[in-house]
């Protein structure tokens, strides 16, 4: 199985990234794919997931509004569109891809067992 982001790089704040989580190896529909980031000296943090047999989606309040989760399932592709991003959206994020829960209103979790990508960077700075 294998994971691979790409799609992080360096924006002002106010920009736009768009994130890409490719997977292989294993029967994606079946699983949920989560993106968690992680910045320096901050908590890892959960931002996102996707149920990739219905589509239905969660995000974290702290990027509610701005950032957005989808996949294609043909390409067995999952994309975390990233808009009006803050200096604080610093971070590497990451994709994991597993039996993992994801529900609207609750915490984005990667409780259970997965499989992870190693990461693409984001920095916002002006």
């Known amino acids: 199985v294998q994971l691979v982001e790409s799609g992080g790089g360096s924006v002002q704040p106010g920009g736009s990234l768009r994130l890409s989580c490719v997977a292989s190896?294993?029967?994606?529909?079946?699983?949920?794919t989560v993106w968690f980031r992680e910045a320096p000296g901050k908590e890892r943090e959960g931002v996102a997931c996707?149920?990739?047999?219905?589509?239905?989606?969660n995000t974290a309040d702290s990027v509610q509004g701005r950032f957005a989760i989808s996949g294609d399932n043909v390409k067995n592709t999952v994309y975390l569109q990233m808009s009006r991003l803050k200096s604080e959206d610093t971070a590497v994020y990451s994709c994991?891809?597993?039996?993992?829960?994801?529900?609207?209103?609750?915490?984005?979790?990667?409780?259970?067992?997965?499989?992870w990508g190693k990461g693409t960077p984001v920095t916002v700075s002006s």
């Open positions: 190896g294993l029967t994606f529909d079946d699983y949920v």
């Open positions: 996707i149920n990739n047999n219905d589509g239905s989606t």
């Open positions: 994991g891809l597993g039996n993992y829960q994801c529900a609207s209103g609750t915490q984005v979790s990667d409780v259970g067992w997965g499989y």
